[in-house]
């Protein structure tokens, strides 16, 4: 079982940056693609980012292309999310997943494992 651990989120103003952590229990060479999710009040949850095993392939929702880095160290077992010039809608609680088995990044059925998320507020 592999348990995942973020840290980071808190409250920021509009244009502001914010690195999300994730901290994996287990080797993240275990672990093939890791991505990132996030559910905003009253709305279902989505697709952020993603990188692949050996993090040479990203994925990313196009509202946050441009804005949002996501890096992986399987040194140390770490996700990250690096968040620039963020907004309003940029509001919600984040949480770090991982797949066993590589899978399309974007779809939320495909990971097998999920942190207990962070919160992440924009607001001026």
């Known amino acids: 079982q592999v348990q995942l651990s973020e840290s980071g989120g808190g409250l920021v103003q509009p244009g502001d940056s914010l690195t999300l952590s994730c901290a994996a229990s287990a080797r993240t060479y275990s672990l093939k693609t890791m991505g990132w999710f996030r559910q905003a009040p009253g709305k279902e949850r989505e697709f952020v980012a993603a990188?692949?095993?050996?993090?040479?392939?990203?994925f990313y929702q196009p509202s946050v292309t441009g804005r949002f880095t996501v890096s992986r160290d399987n040194v140390n077992n770490m996700l990250y999310l690096q968040m620039t010039n963020l907004q309003p809608e940029d509001t919600a609680v984040y949480y770090c997943?991982?797949?066993?088995?590589?899978?399309?990044?974007?779809?939320?059925?495909?990971?097998?494992?999920w942190g207990q998320g962070t919160r992440v507020t924009v607001s001026s």
């Open positions: 997943a991982a797949q066993t088995e590589t899978r399309g990044a974007r779809d939320a059925n495909n990971y097998a494992y």
């Open positions: 990188i692949n095993y050996g993090g040479g392939v990203t």
